[in-house]
Every structure is written in C-alpha cells, then in structure tokens.
C-alpha cells in the first residue's frame, strides 16, 4: 500500500468508528481500473466476482462480510473505501442478472461477456480453462468514503 492510501486509511479509521486495528487491502478493480473505479464512486457498481479457485492456489482468504477495502485507479491512487455486505459462491452460469447489473457494466450479456473474456485469460495464466460453471465468489459492497483530493 503507498503513503498516500495508507494516510487516507489512517484519515478514515480517526473520523469514524472503525476499530483502528482493522484490517484493510488496496486492489484495483479488473482490465480498466480507472473505468471501474469511477464506477464504484458515482454508486453505479455495487458488486464484483471473483474466480472461486484461484482462492485455494493463491492460498488467500474469502472475503467476508464487513471486510474493508481501498479501491485504486490505475495510477495506485486511491478512488474510494469499499465494505463487503454480502458474499455468496455459486456457479458462473447462474448469476442472476440483478448481480451481473449491480457490477455496473452494461447488460447481463455484456457483463457475462466482459467476464467471459476476462476469467479466460486470468485462468490461462494459471494453465486452467474458463467453464460456465466454473464458481465464482460474488460480492456486494457498500462505499463507507470517498476519496477527496482537496482535502
């Protein structure tokens, strides 16, 4: 995490009432980071999936509901404070179209595109294949803050 997200962390947990212990990581959303990002702050996505395996080879925890999270732009910059309000596993083919549209990225068929295209490639990377049913790790989240540059 770089200074200027780990201070706008640190501003955060002193103005609210978040136990300053709490744990929190700083990701970019996807291939269009600035684009997604955007997305998140006017309120237009409130939901992201994941691909469920990659959990277990990465040996990395599931996320959680109450998990805190920073989204970044491209440039690392942080954008917003997101907080997971519901996790659900299920297989890709059968997420219902008010989560594909919570994603925020157009219609059912273009969100099932664009993670078609996306899962595909991340799992070659992984000498794995993209399936329809492959599970996924669907998240919603809330924005708790957002960042303000002219502060």
Same mark, same amino acid.
């Given at each position: 995490?770089?200074?200027?997200?780990?201070?706008?962390?640190?501003?955060?947990?002193?103005?609210?009432?978040?136990?300053?212990?709490?744990?929190?990581? &700083?990701?970019?959303?996807?291939?269009? *980071?600035? %684009? @997604? #990002? /955007?997305?998140?702050?006017?309120?237009?996505?409130?939901?992201?999936?994941?691909?469920?395996?990659?959990?277990?080879?990465?040996?990395?925890?599931?996320?959680?509901?109450?998990?805190?999270?920073?989204?970044?732009?491209?440039?690392?910059?942080?954008?917003?404070?997101?907080?997971?309000?519901?996790?659900?596993?299920? &297989?890709?083919?059968?997420?219902?179209? *008010?989560? %594909? @549209? #919570? /994603?925020?990225?157009?219609?059912?068929?273009?969100?099932?595109?664009?993670?078609?295209?996306?899962?595909?490639?991340?799992?070659?990377?992984?000498?794995?294949?993209?399936?329809?049913?492959?599970?996924?790790?669907?998240?919603?989240?809330?924005?708790?803050?957002?960042?303000?540059?002219?502060?």
């Amino acid at each position: 995490m770089n200074e200027m997200t780990l201070a706008y962390w640190n501003q955060y947990l002193e103005k609210s009432k978040v136990h300053p212990l709490t744990e929190v990581e &700083a990701f970019q959303f996807g291939d269009d *980071a600035n %684009a @997604l #990002a /955007e997305l998140v702050v006017s309120g237009k996505k409130t939901a992201t999936c994941s691909a469920y395996m990659l959990y277990e080879i990465e040996n990395e925890p599931l996320p959680y509901i109450g998990q805190y999270a920073i989204v970044l732009d491209a440039a690392d910059q942080p954008m917003a404070i997101i907080q997971t309000t519901e996790v659900t596993i299920q &297989a890709m083919n059968e997420v219902s179209e *008010a989560f %594909a @549209l #919570a /994603e925020g990225e157009g219609t059912y068929r273009e969100w099932w595109d664009i993670h078609e295209r996306f899962f595909s490639k991340l799992l070659r990377s992984y000498q794995l294949s993209f399936t329809p049913s492959m599970s996924i790790v669907c998240e919603r989240f809330k924005v708790v803050d957002q960042f303000n540059t002219k502060e």
